[in-house]
């Protein structure tokens, strides 16, 4: 029996060690970009730079660079050094990229005209409107981009739907927060707010996406898992765009008002902690499960 | 400690895989409808306004600020737009059975060129009310300024266009203002307000 | 204790409103500043602008009206400008900007004050009534309560427009007292106020409008303050051949405010009264001023000098200097040079002023409760830069025993022999009285008394005196023909030298204690004078009449003879006006009308040297002036800075609406009752609400900006104690 597990080894166990690990990665960049952008927010608030107003874009330009970077560094270089990498990781930050670019912006911003009507409603409005727009356009592209750059042909492990969905949160967010420095013009440290901001929206969106795509595809689960995970996405969307807003809003008196930064940043650090959280005990679960089913099988 | 399991890539979806993706498509495609709807909700919401006195009714957009003291019967105004702030107001102006609807018309320009900043006539066009009734349209365009003497006023452009109709023995006027920059889109608003205007 | 000294720093890097505190020194500058104008008198060449003067001025309410010199905005000679430019302070660290072009509302050249109104904008756009922003002004004070040594601040524009408005502060050193008015006629301060602040403001310590910064300017040819600024004659050269703007030396003398109270009530309620049935104005005189009969009177009584003394004993705390003057004109510009000792005294003289009086008569200047220090005081008088004679009074030694007559009045003898009249005017008779007093007279001593009807000696008496040595005594005239009506005069003479001198008018017929100079007088309404004099008399009057006439009769008033007409409104004067008169000596219909008076209770006193001989009152509507809710400034202002969280820069064209105390923002349905004021953001993000907030009331306010989220906002109040605040409101992108 045992000579007969030698050479048949657990496929599991094999594919485990070809596959370049996703959560801790994912983990350590969000640890690292959180503090270097925290660093900067906390720069704006108390020391109150201020900065020549070209020097201030090419910071906030070079802020909304890290995450692309790290990225690059953290999770796409080490793809070349395993047995099995995932191939089409900057293939599907482009296309994110691209489609933000080419459909999601254009269709949030001058079809839905969200600017002129979504701010000025109440917050339970704010969080349905964001959610039926910028939360339907982000999630229906993102998932459209996997759907049909990866799905199912590049599934290959669970990992491989959170990896690629992190791959288009950061294409995705990427080209957003270009937009937003370009749009804008925000001061540094408000920049790294708003580029926060894009980067918890669009993983949070990604992820519960990915959750859907792995209980759909590798559990074969309930038609209706699928739609409901990019219906979380889209809320996580709406939820956290009309909230970060009102967060970071002061309210008025007659000793007049202030941005609240730090309110909202730490609303964005609670909304990637929660979504990583319940995305990943959500998958645990789901590959805990598989492997149990796995194991009475083989065994 | 990281794990994870794989499995060898499907090539075919099994039927669930494949309702799951054609239910998702159609729940995006149904909330983007309901995106639109909502959209179309919050920025066509409208208030009424009544003028028993004067005969009139009318919707106009909500949160428009509504303002009833001054040379007019009406006047609402869009005040959360940054820039000139768009407006509707409705007056109206005693006639003779001489008067034409040029005359009430010129008498609106020679009065607004003492007031407004480069006041200039554009055109006149004949209008159809919602009615089908017969109306006639002044088009002009003014510069904007807040007069404050103390506060660095931003100039805007202003485009504006009257509506005139004579009826009953006096000269309803509709007048819209808007920033040059969404004049044409901010038109439909006013094609709205006439349809909805009772008088 | 690190805990501690954290949360005090995040506070204060959190916190950044700024509310200025009342009562600092400048709080009040700055409002003071605020409500300081300068003004271009420009006349239009060619289509273009040429300065002709300049002056500061002062808003005086909150629907532009200005105080500033007349001399400076009245077309004359020297401004003959048609054109009145307002530039306001934007930046009070700056140059005054050009804003709007004003017309004068109603003006006194004697006074040297003009009121002005905004009318137009710059470019001469009529301004709409009520569409004119809310601007700040300045509190009128009580110019009577100044005393010698209170703090002055005096306002202003320190050169020709090149830099921002400047306050000068200095004491009251001095009061100078003269005919023109109730109270002092000037107010002298040494503090330093450069010419071109002349029409400007002199304020109290508590910030309030007290007087006006005045000089003349000089002459075109005083290059010294007169400047060449642009190349009027299009030469390409500027030089002497161009327009000179006079800037007028440093000025010493403010107008005290209190003489300019019934121009200001009569503009702030456009009150436009006009005298119908006067003749054309009298062609201004061709020979040169003149002054004569120089002498020192150590106190007035009525315009006449009690005594006429040559030296006055230490401590003198009160002397004047009289004069006759003749050929005057609105535009002579008078000066009084006082030197003691040989070195000029600038306390007791009076720069180049314009002169405030008639064509001709008796002049005094002087001073009360002012010590005179002792020493040989040398007046010297100059019209128009021109010495027109001198006088000389020691001050000092003992008090004066010499012989003297004072304190004359006239009247006419009852028929127990009594001097019964009030003292100036006396009717038409045959005899004329009056009673003097005298001191340290001895029996024995010659001296005579001259009369004058005119000009003219009518009659002389030279005697050896013989009622003791003090007393009062009675003279009388009986000029061949009777008393006709005009001036007169009495010089009564002690031993050769002019001891006492007064004049008196002959009007009217006899009617118990006053003569009867004017009769009928009644109101009316009609569409023109002619309608009025046949129209019926009235008391009472609707509101939104068109026109309210005054008419009355006259009687035996001979031309020269100073009247005056008064005209109040809800007992308070807005027209004062007191001139010769120059019609026929007795008619009847005299009309005086008031263009669109408001409702009020309104008042018309005829006066003759300066009594009161007939009044009559009406009232049209509800007989109250409609209550100015802008009249006072009492209340926070506003202001601050909306601007884009994200950018960190001011946001243009933001509306921010204060809602009015009555409703909540969760109440406000963007109806325009429910709102208090409204306010639109500069292209700096700036924004100033033009309406004062009630102290301690709670308002509430909205901002809702497309692509922001808004703000909503209740329980905004500000306490008495917070007359300025300055907010930062920050707009984040929803």
Known sequence: ?299 | ?199 | MKNLRLSALLLILFVSVTVWPQGAVTLDADRIKRATVFIYQARSVNNDLVIKCVSSGTLISADGLIITNAHSVLPSQQCDGDQLIISLNVDLSEPPIPKYRARISSADDGLDIAILRITRELDGRLIASGELPILPFADIGNSDVVAIDHNLIAAGFPDLGNQAAAITRGTVTAFISEPSGPGPAWFKTRAEIPGTMSGGGAYNSAGQLIGIPTNAPAGRSAAASCRYIADTNRDGLVNSSDNCVPTGDFVSTIRPINHARSLIRGARNNLSAQIISAPAEMPPPLNPPRASRLFFAPSVSDGSPSTVVGSMPSNTKSLFFFFDYDNMTAETVYELRVSRDGIPDPTFSLPPVRWSGRENGLWYIGSREQAWANGAYEFTLLFNGTSVGSRRIIVGGGADNSSQFSDIVFGTLDQSGSLVGNGSILPLGDIASARFLFANMRNGLPWSAIWYFGAVEVARSADLWSDGSHGAKVIRVAPNGGLLPGSYRLELYVDGALSATSDFFVSGTPAGPLPEIFTRLRHTTADTPAAARNAPALSSFPTSIPTLYALFDWHQLAAGTPWTLRWLVDDQVFFDSTNPWHTIESGADFTVSLANPPDGSYKLQLLVNRLKLIEQEVTIGIGQLPIDRLARFEGTILSGRVFDAAAGIGMPSITIVLISADFTASEFEWREDQIFALATTDRNGNFQFARPLAFDTFYSVVIEADGFIPHAADEFWFSADQPYADIEIAMVRG
């Open chain 1, 1 to 299: 029996m045992l000579s007969e597990t030698r050479l048949q080894p657990d496929p599991l166990r094999e594919d485990t060690y070809s596959f370049l690990p996703v959560w801790r990665r994912l983990g350590l960049q969000l640890v690292i970009l959180s503090a270097a952008l925290l660093l900067i927010v906390l720069l704006g608030v108390f020391l109150q730079p201020r900065l020549d107003a070209q020097l201030g874009r090419l910071l906030s330009l070079t802020t909304a660079a890290m995450p692309v970077v790290l990225w690059l560094y953290a999770s796409v270089l080490p793809e070349y050094r395993v047995a099995r990498p995932r191939r089409r990781l900057i293939g599907v930050a482009a296309v994110s990229a691209l489609t933000a670019s080419a459909i999601g912006l254009p269709l949030v911003q001058e079809f839905f005209r969200v600017q002129e009507w979504l701010p000025l409603q109440s917050v339970f409005a704010r969080i349905l409107g964001y959610t039926l727009t910028a939360g339907a356009v982000d999630a229906g592209l993102k998932f459209a981009v996997l759907r049909y750059l990866i799905y199912p042909q590049s599934l290959r492990v669970r990992g491989d739907a959170i990896a690629y969905a992190f791959a288009g949160a950061v294409g995705y967010s990427g080209f957003m927060n270009i937009a937003l420095i370009w749009q804008l013009e925000p001061t540094w440290d408000t920049a790294a707010i708003y580029l926060l901001a894009n980067l918890t929206i669009q993983l949070a969106s990604s992820l519960f996406i990915a959750l859907g795509i792995v209980e759909s595809y590798f559990s074969d689960a309930y038609p209706l898992v699928l739609p409901i995970n990019v219906l979380a996405a889209a809320l996580s969307t709406g939820l956290i765009t009309a909230l970060v807003g009102g967060f970071m809003s002061g309210p008025l008196s007659t000793a007049g008002n202030t941005d609240r930064p730090l309110f909202a940043f730490a609303l964005l650090l609670a909304a990637i902690i929660l979504t990583l959280a319940a995305v990943y005990f959500l998958y645990s679960n789901s590959e805990r499960r598989e492997r149990e089913a796995y194991s009475s099988q083989w065994n």
């Open chain 2, 1 to 199: 400690m990281e794990f994870e399991t794989g499995r060898s890539p499907a090539i075919q979806l099994t039927p669930r895989q494949r309702w799951a993706i054609a239910i998702t498509y159609g729940l995006i495609v149904l909330g983007l409808a309901l995106g639109v709807n909502l959209r179309d909700g919050s920025l066509n919401l409208a208030s009424d306004y009544r003028n028993l006195e004067a005969g009139i009714s009318a919707k106009y957009p909500a949160r428009w600020l509504l303002e009833e003291s001054g040379p007019f019967i009406f006047r609402v105004r869009d005040m959360a737009y940054r820039g000139f702030n768009t407006l509707i107001e409705v007056s109206a102006a005693p006639v003779g059975s001489d008067t034409t609807e040029r005359n009430l018309l010129d008498q609106l320009t020679l009065q607004r060129s003492q007031v407004l900043i480069d006041y200039s006539v554009l055109g006149y066009e004949d209008y159809r009310l919602a009615d089908g009734s017969a109306a006639i349209s002044m088009s002009y365009s003014f510069v904007s300024r807040d007069s404050n003497p103390f506060l660095e006023g931003v100039s805007s452009i202003v485009y504006g266009l009257d509506i005139l109709t004579i009826r009953r023995g006096q000269a309803l006027i509709v007048a819209f203002r808007a920033d040059a920059a969404i004049y044409l889109r901010e038109l439909d608003t006013l094609r709205w307000f006439v349809q909805n205007l009772e008088f």
